[in-house]
């Protein structure tokens, strides 16, 4: 776990690590731009906060810009099993966990 300056202030600790291309994402519209001489990482970061633009300002930080950005979990809740486009009523159990 580490923390990065942003803009004068240390964020909380987060885990990174490096995750092989999610086969069931599809493709963007529009899509992303193709850097043919940079090389793509996939990324799963773990927060413990969540500052507005943190994601992208942590990977700018260290030389990294961010191109896509999915955020696949909150809490319990997942996009496990869903469809792209498609949404699930979150349950009631769900909504009382304290995300804090």
């Known amino acids: 776990m580490t923390s990065i300056e942003i803009d004068g202030h240390r964020t909380r600790p987060a885990r990174a690590s490096r995750i092989c291309e999610p086969a069931n994402l599809g493709t963007r519209d529009p899509p992303i731009r193709y850097r043919r001489h940079i090389p793509t990482s996939w990324l ?4 413990t906060e969540g500052r507005n633009r943190q ?22 809740c997942t996009l496990a099993g869903l469809a ?10 769900e909504l009382s966990i304290d995300l804090r």
């Not at 799963?44 to 927060?47: C, F, G, S, V």
């Not at 792209?84 to 159990?93: I, L, N």
């Open 44 to 47: 799963e970061i773990r927060l």
């Open 55 to 76: 994601v992208r300002r942590m990977t700018a930080a260290i030389g990294f810009l961010t191109l896509r950005l999915v955020r696949w979990a909150i809490g319990p």
């Open 84 to 93: 792209s486009g498609a949404y699930r009523k979150v349950e009631e159990p």
